[in-house]
């Protein structure tokens, strides 16, 4: 038996007798957390409040999930991030990556954990590699941007992740430039709602994906707010029946992995 072997093995059997346990109905349920600084489980902010004074600096999102079935050799991450804001278009300031934009180089996604993590695991113990395919702007509307990203590993790091354990998968970094100051962008100030939509956890073969939606605490971890989020009107969702308010986002299109991958070519 190989060392990769013996560790499947010793996954399964521990798995095995965590679903056993009468404990494990406590764990933590499935599902997705988006958060300011750290993850959900660290005490990550579900608000930021910025002085828009400087441009200096960067603002982060923390974005991680929680599996309901145990998963052997995940190979990759498919992503899906809403952003709506109070505003009746979206704010220069959140116009990233396309070209013309007002930031088009403030919004990175790196998949590097906090140092100061503890309750929280990087889901490919810093193998993954990836990056935004897409940001959206007016799709869904005239105030929303879609991102679309993917996080993959090589075939020989393909993890074996259990359930009830938050995972790490990725920062959103949002720097401050341009907020001030000749050449600056408008709307810094404007209330923003960012739901964490979905994420499909893919496994190579056969390829086959586990889609997690809504939040991981059942209530409000699948979203973040920006100036407090006051004022944004999000369409019913299943989460909360929509209306006034920060609580879900709106339906995604499913992709492939193959999909995916076309948009790093």
């Not at 406590?26 to 902010?45: E, H, K, S």
């Not at 109070?86 to 140092?115: D, E, H, Q, V, Y």
Request: hydrophobic share 45%; aromatic share 6%; proline share 6%.
């Amino acid at each position: 038996m190989t060392p990769r072997t013996r560790t499947r093995a010793t996954l399964v059997a521990l798995v095995t007798l965590a679903l056993a346990s009468p404990a494990f109905a406590a764990t933590t349920p499935p599902g997705v957390n988006i958060r300011w600084d750290n993850c959900f489980d660290d005490g990550g902010l579900m608000n930021k409040t910025f002085a828009c004074n400087t441009n200096a600096g960067q603002e982060q999102l923390v974005v991680s999930l929680v599996l309901a079935e145990p998963m052997l050799d995940v190979s990759g991450q498919e992503i899906v991030v809403d952003i709506r804001s109070a505003s009746a278009t979206l704010p220069a300031w959140w116009a990233f990556k396309n070209a013309g934009t007002c930031r088009t180089a403030s919004l990175t996604m790196n998949s590097t954990i906090s140092a100061s993590a503890v309750n929280c695991l990087d889901w490919a113990n810093g193998a993954a590699a990836g990056g935004i395919g897409a940001y959206n702007i007016g799709a869904r509307g005239a105030n929303t941007a879609r991102l679309v990203a993917a996080l993959a590993v090589a075939a020989d790091a393909a993890a074996d992740l259990v359930p009830g354990t938050e995972y790490f998968s990725f920062n959103l970094n949002i720097n401050n430039l341009k907020t001030v100051g000749t050449g600056s962008c408008a709307g810094c100030q404007n209330p923003v709602c960012i739901v964490f939509n979905s994420i499909a956890v893919v496994q190579p073969v056969p390829l086959v994906g586990v889609k997690l939606t809504g939040p991981s605490n059942g209530t409000d971890s699948n979203f973040a707010t920006w100036q407090g989020g006051a004022g944004v009107t999000v369409p019913p969702g299943p989460w909360t029946g929509g209306g006034i308010g920060c609580p879900a986002a709106t339906p995604t299109t499913n992709k492939t992995w193959g999909q995916v991958k076309t948009l790093y070519r």
